[in-house]
C-alpha cells in the first residue's frame, strides 16, 4: 500500500466519441502531474451513421501518452515513473480488424450510430416472444441499435469482406479498449485481445450471471466466439507497453467509460450514484453484488469487478444526446461558436418562454427506448430567439436526467438526497443550478474534473496491489448547487416536457414500412394531399413548410433572432 507521503504515478487512457486525453495522477495526493488532449470530429451521414477511423483513435492516444512523458520529464518526473496504466473508453462502439496484419477490416461504428434501426426491428422479431426486451433477464439490455453486438450483426450482413474474414479465421472483433489493448501490448506481435467485464456487459453478448460469452445469445446473433475478446476483471494485469516511452509499465486497470465515472466518484456502496454528462448523459447506481432487473426502462449492466472480488452492479440510465446537442447548435445551427458560449447565452433570458427541445437526432434511449423517435421543437414564437433556444437544449438535458432519477427511484424504491455529477457540461453553472432546480434535490460538483480518467487509475492501481478502495479515500473539494424553485413549477415543466416527447415519437420509419399515418413510403406512389399531410404532420407536432407569404415573413423573422 503507498504510503501517503509517497508519491503514486498511474497513468489514464481516456479514450471518447469527441477527444482522447492521457493523465497522469498522483494518487497519493489527488493531482494531476501531467496531461494532454486530442480533440477530432466523427465521420457522419445522413441515416444517423456516426463512425471513428480505429487508427485515428490509436494514433491520439499515442499521440497523448507521447505529449505528456515530454511534460513529466520538464517536470523532473521519468515517464517509467508511472507505475501503471488504466483505460477508459467510449463503450458500445465496435472495431473489427484483421489478425494478421492488424488493420481495421471497417471504420468504428459509434455507439450512438443508429443505422441498425431495420436490423433491430428484424431481430425483434426472430425471438421467441417478439419483444426487444426478449434477452434482458441474462444480458440486462433491450435489443437496440445501442449496443455492440446489432451492430456487429449488421456489419456481417452488408460487408463481404468481414464474413470472409471471419471464415478465414482472421476476424478478431473487439469495443474500443480491446482495440487499444491488443494494439498497445504488441498487435501483431503478441498483443492481449482482452476486454473487461464492463465493457463486455455492453455488447449483450455476455451473461451477467456467469460473466462470459453466452452461448444463446452468440448464436441468435449469428457471433463466432472465436473473434471474441477475453474477458477479464476491471483491475488485473493485462499485458505491458510493447514500445515507447512507457515500454515495460503493466496495463492493468480497464473499466467503460461511465463505469469508470462511477468509480473516480468512489461510489463504492449501494444506493451511492452519479450523472455524467459528456457527449450523452449517463446515470449509474451501484445495486451492490447483485443485479437488478430494471421495471422502469434502464439496463442492468456490471459496476466494476476488482480481481477476485465479487463483481458490483449498477442501474443505468443512458440518454444519446446531451452535450452533442450543445455542439448541434455550435457546428449546425452556428447559433454559437464555442461550447463554453452556452452558459452565457441561455442567461440572457429568465426561461425558455415555454419552448421545449427534444434532441431525439438517434431515437430516445432509457427510459422510453423509441428507436422511430427524432428531434422537435415546440412552442416557438415570434419571439423566440437564440437564447430561449439555449436554454431551452440545457433543460432537455436536464429534463431527461430527471425522467431517469424518478425511474431508479421506482426499481430501487430509495430516492436520492443528491446527486454527484461530473462530465465536461458540468463546468457550465446554469446547466448545474437548472438540474438541481429540476430534480428539486442537491447537485455536488467536484473540483476534480477529470472523474472518468481518475476511475481508470484507480483501476490500475488496484490492478497492481498499490491502492485498496476500501480504505484509501480521494478527498475532493465540492460545489453544491440547490435547488430554488417550488414542487409546483417543476411539475408543471416537466409535465409540458412529457407532452413535447410525445410529439417526437413515431417520426421515423424504416424504408419499406408504413409511416404512423399510413402512407408507405417503399414506393413512389401518389402524394397525399397538401391538406392531408398538414393533418398527418401536424398530429405528431412536425412543422410543416408551406409555401406562403404569411409563412415566409415568420421564417424570416424567426432566422433574424437566431
Same mark, same amino acid.
Given at each position: 500500500m503507498a504510503a501517503a507521503a509517497k508519491s503514486l504515478l498511474i497513468g489514464a487512457i481516456d479514450q471518447g466519441t469527441s477527444s482522447t486525453r492521457f493523465i497522469v495522477f498522483d494518487l497519493a495526493t489527488s493531482r494531476v502531474i501531467a496531461q494532454s488532449q486530442v480533440l477530432f470530429d466523427t465521420l457522419t451521414r445522413p441515416g444517423g451513421w456516426s463512425e471513428l477511423n480505429p487508427m485515428a483513435i490509436l494514433d491520439t492516444v499515442r499521440t497523448c501518452m507521447a505529449e505528456t512523458a515530454t511534460q513529466l520529464e520538464k517536470r523532473g518526473f521519468s515517464p517509467k515513473s508511472v507505475q501503471a496504466i488504466g483505460v477508459t473508453n467510449q463503450r458500445e462502439s465496435t472495431v473489427v480488424w484483421d489478425r494478421v496484419n492488424g488493420q481495421p477490416l471497417y471504420n468504428a461504428i459509434l455507439w450512438l450510430d443508429s443505422r441498425t434501426t431495420s436490423t433491430v426491428e428484424r431481430l425483434i422479431q426472430a425471438t421467441p416472444s417478439k419483444s426487444k426486451d426478449h434477452f434482458r433477464a441474462k444480458a440486462g439490455l433491450p435489443l437496440a441499435s445501442y449496443f455492440s453486438a446489432v451492430k456487429l450483426r449488421w456489419l456481417i450482413d452488408n460487408e463481404p469482406p468481414i464474413r470472409q474474414a471471419i471464415e478465414a479465421g482472421r476476424c478478431m472483433f473487439g469495443t474500443v479498449d480491446s482495440w487499444l489493448l491488443w494494439n498497445l501490448t504488441g498487435g501483431v506481435k503478441g498483443g492481449q485481445h482482452v476486454t473487461d467485464v464492463t465493457n463486455a456487459s455492453r455488447t449483450m453478448l455476455m451473461n451477467l450471471h456467469s460473466m462470459q460469452w453466452d452461448d444463446e445469445l452468440c448464436a441468435f446473433f449469428g457471433v463466432p466466439k472465436s473473434i471474441l475478446p477475453k474477458i477479464c476483471s476491471s483491475a488485473e494485469v493485462y499485458g505491458k507497453i510493447a514500445e515507447g516511452q512507457y515500454q515495460g509499465i503493466s496495463l492493468s486497470g480497464c473499466l467503460g467509460d461511465q463505469q469508470a465515472a462511477l468509480v473516480g466518484q468512489q461510489c463504492f456502496s449501494p444506493g451511492e450514484a452519479k450523472n455524467t454528462y459528456g457527449t450523452g448523459c449517463f446515470m449509474l447506481y451501484n445495486t451492490g453484488t447483485t443485479p437488478v432487473q430494471s421495471k422502469s426502462g434502464l439496463l442492468t449492466t456490471v459496476a466494476y469487478k476488482f480481481g477476485e472480488q465479487p463483481a458490483a452492479y449498477a442501474l443505468e440510465g443512458s440518454i444519446s444526446i446531451a452535450g452533442a446537442a450543445v455542439n448541434w447548435l455550435r457546428d449546425k445551427m452556428k447559433i454559437i461558436t464555442k461550447s463554453d458560449q452556452m452558459s452565457a447565452l441561455a442567461a440572457e433570458v429568465p426561461d425558455t418562454d415555454h419552448v421545449y427541445f427534444v434532441p431525439a437526432f438517434s431515437g430516445l434511449y432509457a427510459p422510453?427506448?423509441?428507436?422511430?423517435?427524432?428531434?422537435?421543437?415546440?412552442?416557438?414564437?415570434? =419571439?423566440? =430567439?437564440?437564447?430561449?433556444?439555449?436554454?431551452?437544449?440545457?433543460?432537455?438535458?436536464?429534463?431527461?436526467?430527471?425522467?431517469?432519477?424518478?425511474?431508479m427511484t421506482r426499481d430501487c424504491g430509495c430516492p436520492l438526497l443528491s446527486l454527484r455529477v461530473d462530465g465536461g457540461m458540468t463546468k457550465n453553472d446554469v446547466l448545474m443550478q437548472t438540474q438541481a432546480d429540476l430534480l428539486g434535490i442537491s447537485v455536488v460538483r467536484p473540483a476534480m474534473a477529470e472523474t472518468t480518467a481518475l476511475g481508470a487509475a484507480i483501476a490500475a492501481a488496484v490492478g497492481i496491489g498499490a491502492w485498496d478502495p476500501a480504505t484509501n479515500q480521494i478527498q475532493q473539494e465540492k460545489t453544491i448547487f440547490h435547488d430554488t424553485i417550488d414542487q409546483a413549477d417543476r411539475d408543471r415543466r416537466f409535465k409540458r416536457w412529457h407532452e413535447a416527447v410525445d410529439r417526437s415519437v413515431g417520426w421515423h420509419v424504416p424504408e419499406g414500412t408504413a409511416t404512423p399515418g399510413g402512407i408507405d413510403r417503399s414506393v413512389d406512389s401518389t402524394q397525399p394531399t397538401l391538406r392531408e399531410k398538414i393533418e398527418l404532420y401536424s398530429a405528431i407536432a412536425i412543422p410543416v413548410a408551406i409555401s406562403s407569404a404569411v409563412a415566409t415573413v415568420v421564417v424570416m423573422k424567426l432566422l433574424s433572432k437566431l
Open positions: 422510453h427506448w423509441r428507436e422511430d423517435a427524432r428531434g422537435v421543437i415546440v412552442g416557438i414564437t415570434a =419571439n423566440t =430567439n437564440r437564447a430561449h433556444l439555449a436554454r431551452a437544449t440545457l433543460e432537455a438535458v436536464c429534463f431527461q436526467t430527471r425522467e431517469i432519477l424518478l425511474a
